[in-house]
């Protein structure tokens, strides 16, 4: 097999593991809440781009929340899956950006990609649901204790689960790409 097909076929396979890792994630901690399934699904998609790219994490990261709808975890509103969509590829692209060009993971390095990372997704996600799409879009829609529900949730949650998620991903990134690095090289 030539190397372009190895690549892709690696490619697709690294992928396809990380959205079933995410979605067995998602359905085996739907009864622990946000809380649990929110970091779990975070720290899937922080190792997804440390350890094989932007283009796998975002596919990770746009694909979960339409997984999560339909396995009815979560929101089960249409319209927030597109903001959920731009959070988690703010995540993603955010850790790519931080760790582009390293072949070794400093902790240091890392933990700022957490905090960076979160900030960030916790910033998109409450400016899109909290401010834009419950009070123009749900509003009228759905009763206010909806409303508040929601807006907890796309509040201070999404900062403290991809906080966790970046801190555990901070700690078991140089492991796992140890092993992943020695993986290709056999291969």
Request: charged share 5%; with cysteine; glycine share 6%.
């Amino acid at each position: 097999m030539n190397n372009l097909k190895l690549s892709q076929t690696r490619f697709i396979t690294q992928t396809a593991f990380m959205i079933a890792l995410t979605v067995i994630f998602q359905v085996a901690t739907i009864g622990f809440g946000q809380l649990v399934t929110g970091s779990l699904v975070n720290l899937i998609l922080i190792v997804t781009v440390a350890l094989t790219g932007e283009i796998s994490g975002l596919v990770v990261a746009l694909l979960s929340p339409i997984f999560a709808f339909f396995l009815g975890i979560g929101p089960q509103f249409p319209q927030l899956i597109i903001c959920i969509m731009l959070g988690n590829a703010v995540l993603v692209t955010t850790w790519f950006f931080l760790l582009k060009n390293q072949s070794t993971y400093r902790f240091s390095r890392l933990i700022f990609s957490a905090v960076s990372g979160a900030i960030l997704k916790f910033s998109v996600l409450w400016l899109l649901v909290v401010k834009l799409v419950l009070p123009f879009f749900l509003v009228a829609k759905i009763p206010t204790q909806s409303v508040q529900t929601l807006t907890q949730m796309f509040s201070l949650p999404q900062l403290i689960t991809a906080l966790i998620g970046g801190v555990v991903g901070s700690i078991v990134i140089p492991q796992l790409n140890r092993i992943y690095r020695r993986s290709i090289q056999t291969n």
